[in-house]
């Protein structure tokens, strides 16, 4: 078992054992997630990411969950675990993370995006035939330090995903339909663990809290794109965001946010 460290700053230790990325924390924090093994909203000890093999023609897929929970057992996790897999090696994982005014947040992502989609699209049974056994999904884990109520949790991942889909606009990744440009893959799945301090009741895109998903998120959905498919970074011309990436947070971000 390897134990990895991004950057001195970075505060959410992980493992990468038998092909899994493993979070494991000293008490359950809270967690909302749309994880195929633990989703929904309540509490973890152990969060997983697990990289699997892309299934051949006439293999049959067993059941996520099922599948999920073997392999937390197998990797010693006695209590809750919310749990992910990916198709994405391991080695092109992103991390990023982003801190301002004592809330930070760190987010972990593989990117995938041979299964592109556009929201509202039609879904014939072949799409998800060609899902199962593609490298498409964009898994997004995100750590904060902050204490977020239900409300909050709920907004952060809109936040998150509206930040997914920027970065896939920016790159200008097509929906493997043809309807258009891509606004996420069709088996995309995102995990947000929360902390305890400082509570924070508001976490929409004009909060501080908002800003530093969005920032984490779209970057790292960026640097995952580079990856995968050997883009260019996009110009400023069509990446306004870029612009600000350095700006510096408005004081009324800490009004808006702290508790």
């Known amino acids: 078992m390897t134990q990895r460290t991004a950057q001195k700053t970075w505060r959410t230790p992980f493992t990468i054992v038998e092909r899994t990325l493993l979070l494991s924390f000293a008490k359950p924090r809270r967690v909302i997630s749309s994880a195929v093994l633990g989703g929904g909203i309540g509490y973890a000890s152990h969060v997983l990411n697990h990289q699997v093999d892309v299934p051949g023609a006439g293999v049959r897929l067993e059941d996520p969950a099922r599948f999920l929970s073997r392999v937390a057992r197998r990797l010693g996790c006695r209590d809750v675990v919310v749990g992910l897999m990916t198709a994405v090696n391991l080695r092109h994982m992103i991390l990023h993370r982003k801190e301002a005014h004592g809330i930070w947040v760190e987010g972990f992502l593989t990117v995938g995006v041979t299964n592109a989609v556009r929201a509202g699209e039609p879904v014939n049974f072949s799409d998800v035939e060609v899902a199962q056994k593609s490298r498409g999904t964009i898994n997004i884990i995100l750590v904060?330090?902050?204490?977020?109520?239900?409300?909050?949790?709920?907004?952060?991942?809109?936040?998150?995903?509206?930040?997914?889909t920027a970065a896939l606009l920016d790159a200008r990744v097509p929906s493997r339909s043809g309807w258009g440009l891509a606004t996420g893959t069709g088996t995309d799945a995102i995990v947000l663990v929360t902390g305890h301090a400082p509570r924070i009741r508001y976490s929409g895109t004009h909060t501080l809290m908002g800003h530093l998903i969005g920032c984490v998120v779209r970057e790292g959905v960026r640097q995952g794109l580079q990856r995968v498919l050997g883009k260019a970074e996009p110009s400023r011309a069509s990446s306004p965001m870029k612009q600000r990436e350095n700006h510096k947070e408005p004081k009324v971000f800490q009004k808006i946010d702290g508790e």
């Open 144 to 164: 904060t330090n902050a204490g977020l109520n239900s409300a909050a949790m709920v907004g952060a991942i809109g936040v998150a995903t509206e930040a997914k």
